[in-house]
């Protein structure tokens, strides 16, 4: 029963992952912006930002997978590739949103820049989120049958009839 208990907690909803997400992934995402400023005075920014993107997936993704998503352990590589194709689509859509924004604006504040630039993160933010609660890190009907099965142990017993006495005699009366 406990490990049943366990099992369910391990798979949160969609409103507590959610805010996990959040934390977890926006406590990486401050993180990063500080760790890049940092590296970024040793070596060239694009690196910094390059290496510090790549790190931060990976620990974001370890977070997601045992706390976020309650995938019951560690990120599979499959799982890595996958966060990492979701973070690579939301870096293009905050591209694309502050390209846009300087073929639409000519000389953007950067208080219309921040807008911009939190509003494309915030969808695209939506979309990973959406990504890697049901494809990444979501459990198959086989998966779940699994975990109950596992969970819950049935102890069979079986019964046994007992044999008759003396020969059987297929197709006759006794």
Known sequence: MEIAQSQQQAAPGAFTAFVRFVLFGGGVGLASSFAVAALASWIYWGLANALITAVSTLLATELHARFTFGAGGRATWRQHAQ????????????????????????????????????????????????????????????????????????????????????????????
């Open 83 to 174: 966060s990492a194709g979701s973070a690579a689509g939301a870096y293009a859509v905050t591209s694309v949103a502050m390209l846009v924004l300087q073929q639409l604006v000519a000389a953007p504040g950067v208080a219309l820049e921040q807008v911009v630039y939190l509003s494309a993160s915030a969808l695209a933010g939506i979309a990973r989120f959406a990504v890697l609660r049901l494809v990444v890190f979501t459990r198959t009907r086989s998966q779940v049958a699994a975990t109950v099965r596992t969970a819950r142990p049935v102890h069979a017993t079986a019964t046994r009839a007992a044999a008759p006495a003396g020969p059987v005699m297929l197709g006759h009366a006794a």
